[in-house]
């Protein structure tokens, strides 16, 4: 089946610097969307930042937008979420989501990472 790995999270200052990595493994099909997702403590889920198979079409939450990049690479199987300029508020576990139709199916399904944490300090 298919398996979300993710990487990258840990404690910084604000202002500083995090890059997300999560890559799929497994017996995979095809890919559509790879999105980022984070959880704040009190809070409810949130979509970070989107990406289409194609890698031409991103979306960005208003709240990141300009300090956030998303990025993959289809070879890999692997989304990438560069966070720059981090705000405390940032503060949160950020989970990899995958729509992916595995080898054999005949549907997509949802796919989500085990949650990496991401800690901004003031």
């Known amino acids: 089946q298919v398996h979300l790995v993710e990487s990258g999270g840990g404690l910084v200052q604000a202002g500083g610097s995090l890059r997300l990595s999560c890559v799929a493994s497994g017996r995979i099909s095809s890919i559509d969307a790879m999105d980022w997702y984070r959880q704040a403590p009190g809070k409810q889920r949130e979509l970070v930042a989107a990406t289409k198979s194609s890698g031409l079409s991103t979306n960005y939450a208003d709240s990141v937008k300009g300090r956030f990049t998303i990025s993959r690479d289809n070879a890999k199987n692997a989304v990438y979420l560069q966070m720059n300029s981090l705000k405390p508020e940032d503060t949160a576990v950020y989970y990899c989501?995958?729509?992916?139709?595995?080898?054999?199916?005949?549907?997509?399904?949802?796919?989500w990472g085990q949650g990496t944490q991401v800690t901004v300090s003031s």
């Open positions: 989501y995958v729509r992916a139709r595995p080898k054999n199916g005949l549907y997509e399904y949802d796919y």
